[in-house]
């Protein structure tokens, strides 16, 4: 990733591995925003969804990671709004597809579900990986409107 704001947010179950995914990215050099939590406490992950995701849609962030315990609601959360593309992965194969075809914004991880050395080794990927484009930019584009029914 060159340049630009990298937003990290978690619930109280992704504490510990949001800061020491934190901790990745700043001995990379990359700039993190971190919108919380700040401790174990038990918190409410659409909060910390919701935070990430307006960084997101205002640029005050260019990507971001959240990390909830299953990574499933969070990332239910944050793709309600319509600037964020989360992809939730579990290894480095969906995180790469997620950035290749998908040009996904925010990498959602399950802190219960993977270990600290498969979500370092999915951040960098996700870091590192290009969105393709081409022929997946009509699909991509499609995520970002809003549709009733089932079009």
Do not use: W
């Given at each position: 990733?060159?340049?630009?704001?990298?937003?990290?947010?978690?619930?109280?179950?992704?504490?510990a591995l949001k800061e020491t995914l934190k901790a990745s990215l700043q001995s990379m050099g990359v700039e993190v925003l971190d919108l919380g939590t700040h401790g174990p406490e038990s918190v409410d992950y659409p909060d910390f969804a919701g935070a990430l995701a307006g960084a997101i849609a205002t640029g005050k962030a260019d990507r971001g990671l959240l990390v909830c315990g299953t990574g499933i609601?969070?990332?239910?959360?944050?793709?309600?709004?319509?600037?964020?593309?989360?992809?939730?992965?579990?290894?480095?194969?969906?995180?790469?597809?997620?950035?290749?075809?998908?040009?996904?914004?925010?990498?959602?991880?399950?802190?219960?579900?993977?270990?600290?050395?498969?979500?370092?080794d999915c951040l960098s990927v996700f870091l590192s990986t290009a969105y393709e484009g081409g022929r997946h930019d009509r699909r991509v584009a499609k995520l970002s409107v809003h549709t009733k029914g089932n079009k």
């Open positions: 990733m060159s340049g630009g704001m990298f937003a990290v947010a978690s619930d109280h179950a992704g504490y609601g969070i990332s239910i959360a944050a793709n309600r709004n319509t600037a964020v593309r989360a992809a939730l992965c579990h290894d480095t194969t969906s995180a790469h597809l997620s950035r290749q075809h998908n040009d996904a914004n925010v990498l959602v991880l399950g802190a219960r579900l993977i270990g600290e050395e498969v979500a370092k």
